[in-house]
């Protein structure tokens, strides 16, 4: 009662990256509430998954293997979830702000009538004074995340309603084993106890998944481009500075809608959230809708022909000039120094 849960989504049989970044960071919210850190699992011939969520500090494990539960499902998941919330009732969740975790945790949270926090880009304890009844609320959760098209960062609180429920978004939190050798307990899951005939209506009768062909997330290097790079032939240069330096091309959200790259490679509030070694800024101007997804990167240079460009700000080195000069440089100083 009153821990800290985290429904871990699997992939492709594994914990998903932004489970276990989530388990890291709650890891360190329940020590700092001095609560246990619990984890959900569902999934079919699941057996062993515990033992690579333990050196995440994971106190608990609740695992339900059935084959009822091979692919997500929006009502067995659900009744599942909720079930052993409503039995556990944990002070905070936490899932991924995943395909899976925005179509779960809004239904969970429903269910549970506790409220839901979308796309958090952080969380973090503290208390919170209310004037208007002289009350003070002692160790909640902070859900902070962009709002208002990103132009402001709000930080939300839900005082009154267990649990505090948030979806986090992928690649914005550390992903660090505690100890290798952490071991938990295991909870197994009787599913009878929660989902009901009616929440198997829906069948799966064919199954089909396009493997994701651009995987900027894991990328160690990125060379990003933004509206100023002028047109779509024009990042045919981020390609060729890319391959150089063995990193792969992204781009910012006004480059995307003007056609210049898929969507796939957006980075920032609206696409994916990278933290490479090094993050080169290419006629970005630096909206925090877009730093949002990378000003985590160990390095970032920005080139671009505005000194006062909001990228500068955050940059460790700025290159003042036109792209079109800039990158032909920096490919041909690269290609040098790799022979």
Known sequence: MNN????CELDEGRPAEVSLELLTRGRALANTLDCRLEAVVLGNGIDGIEDQLFPYGVDVVHVADDPVLEHYRTMPYASVVAGIFKQEQPQIALMGATTTGRDLGPRVSSALHSGLTADCTSLEIGDHYVKKSDATYKNILYQIRPAFGGNIIATIINPDHRPQMATVREGVM????????YRGEVKRIDISEFIRPEDLAVEIIERH?????????SARIIVSGGYGMGSKENFALLYELASVL???????????D?????????????????RPKLYIACGISGQIQHTAGMNQSGKIIAINNDPMAPINSIADYVI?????????????????NAR
């Open 209 to 217: 998944m396009e493997p994701r062909k651009v995987d900027i997330k």
């Open 174 to 181: 550390k992903c660090e084993i505690v100890n290798k050798n």
């Open 246 to 256: 063995g990193g792969e091309v992204a781009a910012s959200r006004a480059a995307v």
């Open 258 to 274: 003007a056609g210049f790259a898929g969507h796939e490679r957006q980075v920032g509030q609206t696409g994916v959230t990278v």
């Open 320 to 336: 003042n000039g036109d792209v079109a000069e800039v990158i032909p440089r920096l490919i041909k100083h690269y290609k040098a």
């Open 4 to 7: 800290l849960f985290v429904f």
